[in-house]
């Protein structure tokens, strides 16, 4: 299973790594490309062309007037998830962007900023697991860890 992540800028570059790395905790192949839906539309639709054959989701991550996430979704059918960047308007103007979708072009929207990184892979991750045993059993041990890390604290209190 690949995923390839999609991000509207290299300012983006500490949400992207957030993805990168949950990613890489399940040993799950990604790719990254910086495209832009408002400065490079033509490449942005030229990358995902590629990516529709080559992978089998996407997450789209973007601040601001986040178009890129519904943009890319608007030329795939591969699973847009969507990851709003944190802003002076706190993240908010890049949520809604991304999760008011008009009806037909669903992006899949996660929290804002490292979070929702860490999510939009966890998500991607249940997406597969039940196609792929050794994800389903990281998967589980992740759950699993959350759980003895709960217990812990309350052990120590
Ligand atoms: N939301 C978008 C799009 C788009 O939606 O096409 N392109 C860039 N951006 C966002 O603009 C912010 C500032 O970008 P710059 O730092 O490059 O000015 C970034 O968070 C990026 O994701």
């Known amino acids: 299973m690949k995923v390839a992540i999609i991000s ?6 500490n949400i992207i790594y957030e993805a990168k790395k949950t990613l890489e ?10 495209a832009s839906a408002h400065r490079s539309p033509e490449y942005v639709k030229e990358i995902v062309q590629k990516v529709n054959s080559e992978f089998d989701c996407i997450i789209a991550i973007a601040g601001l007037s986040a ?3 519904g943009f890319v979704a608007s030329y795939s059918i591969l699973p847009v ?20 979708m008009p009806k037909g072009v669903p992006v899949a929207s996660m929290g804002i900023g490292k979070k929702g990184a860490h999510n939009a892979a966890l998500f991607i991750a249940r997406m597969f697991a039940n196609q792929d045993e050794t994800l389903k059993q990281k998967l589980l041990e ?3 860890k959350e759980e003895e890390n709960i217990r812990k604290i309350n052990e120590e209190l």
Do not use: C, N, R
């Open 81 to 100: 998830v969507g990851v709003p960047v944190d802003s002076e308007m706190f993240g908010l103007d890049a949520l809604l962007s991304i999760t008011q």
């Open 142 to 144: 992740y759950i699993k």
């Open 25 to 34: 905790e399940f040993d799950i192949e990604y790719k990254v490309y910086i």
């Open 8 to 13: 509207g800028s290299k300012s983006d570059e």
């Open 67 to 69: 178009a890129l996430p």
